[in-house]
């Protein structure tokens, strides 16, 4: 079966701008969490959704938001983008959760100029 | 909140066993301990979970002690190939009880020597 994807891989952005990510879980996962990644912090979780509703977030300002829509396909958005957001964004599926075997798509790899 | 500490770097050479120890010491009742490896460029892959003694499977075994404080993974017979980050993840299983931290480890680098 197809995995996780994730797109853009690639973004470049200056601060000040917005950027909306785009994850196309596994089909039949109703849970899709996101999490950056930077060498300084290692992966740090954002939120997860099920079932179109946010179940659960980590320790982010409210810039990084998210979204999941009827087909389990979620965004994530961060609004006034700062220097230190350039990250990888991973996102991750799964049946039940994060306690869950978690299936990982390839990343977004974000920039800020 | 579960805060995990790992080693950051292993050297080993290949055909031997690889132990990576992760320290848990807030773990709660109902978190599980996940096992997953990263290679450069790519997303997390799950390696192994358990949640008390031992767990088994085709590639690793996951040691927990009885007080659940720590979690070893152990790679039997690594080869080049294994060369990759290995992070312990501790989560709890949703209780629909509201919000819950997830804490992934920093990280242990694994190099596998020829």
């Known amino acids: 079966k197809a995995g996780v994807t994730q797109t853009p891989r690639y973004l470049i952005k200056t601060r000040g701008q917005q950027v909306t990510l785009s994850c196309s879980p596994i089909?039949?996962?109703?849970?899709v969490s996101w999490y950056q990644q930077t060498p300084g912090q290692g992966l740090q979780f954002l939120f997860e959704y099920f079932s179109e509703t946010q179940r659960n977030k980590g320790n982010f300002p409210g810039r990084f938001s998210g979204r999941q829509f009827s087909n389990s396909r979620s965004e994530m958005n961060v609004s006034t983008l700062e220097l230190g957001d350039s990250a990888l964004y991973l996102c991750?599926?799964?049946?039940?959760?994060?306690?869950?075997?978690?299936?990982f798509g390839p990343g977004t790899r974000l920039t800020v100029l | 909140l579960a805060k995990t500490t790992q080693p950051i770097s292993m050297d080993s050479y290949e055909g031997q066993e690889v132990n990576i120890t992760c320290s848990h010491n807030?773990?709660?009742?109902?978190?599980?301990i996940t096992w997953y490896q990263q290679f450069p460029s790519q997303g997390p892959r799950f390696i192994i979970q358990g949640y008390k003694t031992k767990v088994t499977n085709e590639v690793a075994s996951l040691f927990i002690p009885a007080d659940r404080k720590s979690s070893t993974l152990s790679l039997p017979r690594v080869s080049l190939s294994d060369t990759a980050v290995y992070y312990c993840?501790?989560?709890?299983?949703?209780?629909?009880?509201?919000?819950?931290?997830?804490?992934f480890g920093k990280g242990t680098k694994l190099s596998v020597i020829p």
């Open positions: 991750a599926s799964s049946w039940a959760g994060t306690s869950d075997t978690q299936y």
């Open positions: 089909s039949g996962h109703r849970s």
């Open positions: 807030n773990i709660a009742t109902n978190d599980y």
């Open positions: 993840l501790v989560a709890p299983a949703y209780s629909g009880a509201g919000s819950y931290q997830l804490t």
